[in-house]
């Protein structure tokens, strides 16, 4: 019998969640970094998350689905939940974004 495979079985360690968001967020696409932070909510309990951070479970998961759209404060809060900040880094080479440039900054 196949099962299927979901991230958040796997992470079981604080190592575990900075390998995954960090490799996710220098090598992936913005919808890759919002499933891995989907993954580690999973891992440690969308109940509780939800409430700390102060949305419904539902609204929590729905969000953080394949066709959510998480508004940024939402991400921010989730994460500082979990105990992970970001932190700004300079990169190497710029990576162009293969998103549309935002009239205001062009």
């Given at each position: 019998?196949?099962?299927?495979?979901?991230?958040?079985?796997?992470?079981?360690?604080?190592?575990?969640?900075?390998?995954?968001?960090?490799?996710?967020?220098?090598?992936?696409?913005p919808?890759?970094v919002?499933n891995?932070?989907?993954?580690?909510?999973?891992?440690?309990?969308?109940?509780?998350?939800?409430?700390?951070?102060?949305?419904?479970?539902?609204?929590?998961?729905?969000?953080?689905?394949?066709?959510?759209?998480?508004?940024?404060?939402?991400?921010?809060?989730?994460?500082r939940?979990?105990?992970?900040v970001?932190?700004?880094?300079?990169?190497?080479?710029?990576?162009?974004?293969?998103?549309?440039v935002?009239?205001a900054?062009a």
């Open positions: 019998m196949i099962t299927k495979w979901d991230m958040a079985d796997n992470i079981k360690t604080p190592e575990d969640v900075i390998i995954y968001l960090s490799t996710a967020l220098e090598e992936g696409e919808s890759d919002i891995v932070i989907g993954a580690i909510a999973r891992s440690k309990g969308m109940t509780k998350l939800a409430k700390e951070v102060g949305v419904s479970r539902e609204a929590l998961y729905t969000s953080l689905s394949e066709k959510g759209n998480p508004s940024f404060i939402t991400i921010f809060n989730l994460l939940s979990m105990g992970i970001l932190q700004a880094q300079k990169i190497s080479a710029p990576i162009h974004a293969q998103t549309a935002i009239p900054m």
